[in-house]
């Protein structure tokens, strides 16, 4: 077995990873890298969004992923302090009347790869309504239509700090590198109360996604992995730098989803995502292996009068990897529950959060089980201050935490405090 497969298969520390897989990125990066050449040479930006956001910290957690430990919330107690939240830029061009360039791009303060990475660069094709119908084309890196939550500007919460297990997984192991297209029924403009949209999309280089689900479990946090980046640090056990965006084989992965709007009010969505990598592909150059993972989600979104929001979301999938042979599987589920209520400038928003991993063939390895509550107050102060406070608790168990010689069940506590000033084409 590989180096990367013992990370993640067994409690016996591997060697790490050395090198990343050369072929699938080369062809990948290429694609991004024009796309930025596009972007360069385009005459001038018609949308930007530029911000930084600061936190202050107080937590009693375990080390988080990207510090080689099993926490499940993204700062640990050694962090606590005064942290940089994310500084962030994008970018949106025009490119004619129907054609658009997107970029987005931050910076997190944990060691990646670089300083600033790419969490999203895409373009899209967006021509008018014919007849009631709207169609749309992505191409790029970019997520998948499954989050509820997260509809602020850079896949961000309005309603919270830290996302929900569901969108923190999201934004640490799945992305979008390939095409989407998405057609809808616009009835509301006929004057009915319904619009209804199917989306599918192809793509490839997410084939990494699941590997951190089998080893740490959901955590819930707000760090976006840029894409080809990397989770965990190459030197530091248990993930030693995965990388999520590969491709090891010649299989495209692919998504469908419907979508249903009532007046704009009421949402519900589903969808079906497969990644279709072959277990038993291994890269041998840097030792990566694939993981098949799919998932299936579903939720809805509700906007009552006077500011109140509700959002209830599900997800049930399976990853499995053969890295000896024989394939072994992590069935793992996520659901929540979320209400926000916004006055004036402010919304005080609540989430409860339950999320489990199994492990099938693998001895127990990386099974977990928690949930979690959040509160969080935000104000904006303003079109360029926002300050939002945010308590966390996270209860779970793992069995990874036992391995290493501690109690498997922890309670870890996070608040927040941070202050964000944008600037843009969102606040003007």
Not at 209 to 238: E, I, M, S, Y
Not at 327 to 351: D, I, K, M, V
Request: net charge negative.
């Amino acid at each position: 077995m590989s180096t990367a497969a013992t990370a993640n298969l067994s409690p016996e520390p591997p060697r790490g990873t050395r090198r990343g897989p050369r072929r699938g990125r080369q062809r990948a990066g290429f694609a991004v890298g024009a796309l930025l050449v596009a972007l360069a040479r385009a005459a001038a930006a018609t949308d930007w969004d530029l911000s930084l956001d600061a936190r202050l910290v107080s937590s009693d957690a375990n080390p988080p992923f990207m510090d080689g430990g099993l926490g499940t919330v993204r700062y640990g107690s050694e962090q606590s302090g005064l942290q940089l939240g994310r500084a962030r830029f994008a970018l949106t061009q025009q490119l004619g009347e129907l054609w658009s360039a997107h970029l987005d791009a931050s910076m997190y303060d944990d060691q990646d790869r670089s300083p600033v990475g790419v969490t999203e660069a895409f373009l899209l094709f967006r021509p008018y309504p014919h007849q009631g119908w709207r169609f749309r084309l992505k191409a790029g890196g970019f997520y998948a239509p499954v989050s509820l939550e997260n509809r602020a500007a850079g896949w961000d919460s309005p309603y919270t700090l830290s996302y929900s297990a569901i969108d923190s997984w999201l934004a640490i192991e799945v992305r979008t590198i390939g095409l989407e297209g998405t057609l809808e029924w616009l009835g509301t403009r006929s004057g009915r109360a319904f619009d209804f949209g199917i989306t599918g999309a192809v793509f490839g280089w997410n084939e990494g996604a699941g590997a951190v689900l089998a080893t740490n479990g959901f955590a819930l946090t707000d760090r976006q992995t840029p894409l080809f980046g990397r989770v965990g640090q190459p030197q530091d056990a248990p993930l030693y730098g995965s990388e999520p965006f590969l491709q090891l084989d010649h299989r495209e992965g692919f998504y469908g989803g419907l979508e249903a709007r009532y007046l704009d009010r009421v949402v519900l969505r589903a969808l079906h995502y497969d990644n279709r990598a072959d277990p038993y592909a291994q890269d041998e150059l840097s030792d990566f292996y694939a993981w098949h993972t799919r998932f299936d989600s579903a939720g809805v979104r509700v906007e009552a009068g006077h500011g109140l929001t509700a959002i209830a979301q599900w997800l049930d999938g399976e990853t499995t990897t053969a890295g000896e042979g024989w394939p072994q599987s992590w069935p793992f589920r996520a659901a929540y529950a979320l209400l926000a209520e916004r006055c004036g400038r402010s919304t005080l928003s609540a989430r409860y959060d339950r999320f489990e991993v199994d492990s099938i063939g693998a001895d127990g390895y990386g099974a977990q089980s928690g949930h979690a509550w959040t509160a969080a107050y935000a104000y904006d102060a303003g079109a360029h201050w926002r300050f939002t406070l945010e308590w966390l608790q996270v209860v779970s168990s793992n069995y990874q935490r036992e391995e290493l010689g501690g109690l498997p069940l922890a309670t870890e506590t996070q608040v927040q405090l941070a202050i964000r000033y944008a600037l843009g084409a969102t606040n003007r």
